[in-house]
């Protein structure tokens, strides 16, 4: 598969009953992270369980026109040879991000503060993604950006030479946002001060103490506010990625709505930032237990057993609990439309800026399958059939977005007839083995001849 290539149609079929273990590969966020911080590092840092997936692999290939010696030493294990706080040289040519807007606004705050000029683009969904979120807060330390028209790629962004520390709430929940001001902040003197009114994802948090730097994180009237004391020598670590959430919910969701269904998706972060998607499920009256809780690396982590759920019922899923699933409404928004009753998911404008317009992706491919759905700029309510009673039979735009991709393949795996995608190409973005994976499982997909 390959998300730049040609288009890579495919068809899931009325599947099952899915049984085994499905292990999921590494964490995309916690990844990026992982290669970008070590770049940071003065030292080794030496990774494993990386996602050798495309976006992470676009972040490995930036951070070594940054400097830094990235090496690749068996599956999942990687190297790097980071070249400290402050001192990222200037990329030679254009830094391709792909498909990956974490890996474009997590670099280009990092290098925000750096005496620098770097150059980004990305894929025809990155071009169209709003860069404005992280140009605003970059100039507050004194970078300065020229883009395309509404803060598109490709941009060019000038490093501050004499870098200033911000206090800058953040305007939307964003973990990339808020991520992006940390790192710049990293090679500020002083205290930058990060807010955020919701809660986001936490690895940059956790992360960066793990490498040394003095971050606290206080919880006030105002939201959280994380201050971060900049210039620090990163320590170089060693770290292990947990299995990523966000692709568990594929299986897991996959074994809920398909008959006769037991599947074991092993070692899975349950870390509330990112987990809201399984206490839906669990709300629904999905039968998802977890297995074996412990904890890994700090984080407390699960083995997820799902199991076919045919007395689901559709819920009003707070609003508040948007950023501990942000990734996974169009997967839930399936899951869904085999539930009883109306599920309304609300506060989700978020997802008209991922990868693609997620909720409008997810709108037009489910009435195609002939699921009645209603949206507003807003939020998305999806009308369930039951079990067993969504239509299918129609051929879903995928908009280069993986997840939509996985989504309609997934609801094609229960349907009366099959459910085709107009382009499986973007799912090595983030889940490469996800084709191979889902058949051991019990899947029936089929690459449809162009
Ligand atoms: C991510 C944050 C989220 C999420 C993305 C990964 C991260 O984006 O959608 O897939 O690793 O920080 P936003 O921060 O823009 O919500």
Redesign the pocket.
């Known amino acids: 598969m390959s998300g730049h290539g040609d288009p890579i149609p495919m068809s899931a079929q009325k599947s099952g009953p899915l049984t085994g273990v499905a292990e999921v590969p590494g964490d995309?966020?916690i990844s990026?992270r992982a290669l970008l911080f070590g770049a940071m590092a003065v030292g080794e840092t030496r990774i494993s369980g990386l996602l050798e997936g495309q976006d992470v692999l676009d972040t490995a290939k930036a951070m070594r026109a940054f400097g830094a010696k990235v090496t690749h030493v068996g599956p999942g294990e990687w190297r790097v040879e980071g070249v400290g706080v402050g001192g990222f040289q200037e990329p030679e040519d254009v830094i391709d991000c792909g498909n990956s807007?974490?890996g474009v606004r997590l670099i280009m705050g990092a290098m925000a503060t750096s005496p620098i000029v770097a150059t980004f683009t990305g894929d025809a969904s990155l071009r169209g993604r709003p860069m404005g979120r992280v140009t605003d807060p970059i100039a507050l330390f004194g970078a300065q950006s020229v883009g395309r028209e509404g803060g598109r790629l490709p941009m060019t962004i000038v490093g501050a030479a004499q870098a200033v520390p911000v206090r800058y709430v953040v305007p939307m929940?964003?973990?990339?946002?808020k991520?992006a001001v940390l790192l710049a902040g990293l090679n500020a003197p002083g205290e930058t001060v990060v807010i955020e009114k919701e809660a986001?994802?936490d690895h940059t948090e956790r992360m960066l103490a793990g490498f040394g730097a003095d971050i606290r994180v206080e919880e006030t009237d105002e939201g959280r506010v994380i201050t971060l004391v900049g210039q620090p020598e990163l320590k170089p670590q060693t770290i292990v990625v947990p299995r990523d959430p966000s692709s568990a919910a594929f299986p897991v969701c996959a074994a809920l709505i398909t008959e006769g269904s037991d599947v074991l998706v092993p070692g899975i972060g349950l870390n509330p930032t990112r987990s809201g998607l399984f206490t839906t499920l669990r709300e629904m009256g999905a039968n998802l237990d977890y297995e074996n809780m412990r904890e890994e690396g700090g984080e407390p982590v699960a083995d997820l057993r799902a199991r076919y759920s045919p007395d689901m019922v559709g819920i009003a899923v707070p609003p508040e609990r948007a950023p501990s699933m942000?990734?996974e409404y169009p997967i839930l928004s399936v899951v869904a439309s085999y539930a009883k009753g109306a599920t309304v998911m609300d506060g989700v404008k978020?997802l008209r800026v991922?990868e693609s317009d997620r909720i409008d992706a997810m709108a037009l491919g489910l009435e195609a399958c002939g699921v009645t759905v209603e949206e507003t700029e807003d939020s998305f309510t999806v009308h369930g059939m039951g079990p067993g009673g969504v239509p299918g039979g129609a051929t879903c735009k995928t908009h280069l977005d993986h997840r939509i991709a996985m989504s309609f393949l997934i609801c094609g795996m229960a349907s009366q007839k099959p459910v085709t995608v107009d382009d499986a190409g973007p799912v090595v973005t983030s889940f490469p083995i996800f084709e191979p994976l889902m058949e051991k499982l019990g899947a029936t997909f089929h690459r449809e001849d162009v």
């Open positions: 995309k966020s990026h807007g974490t929940p964003s973990a990339q946002v991520s986001t994802r942000i990734d978020e991922k």
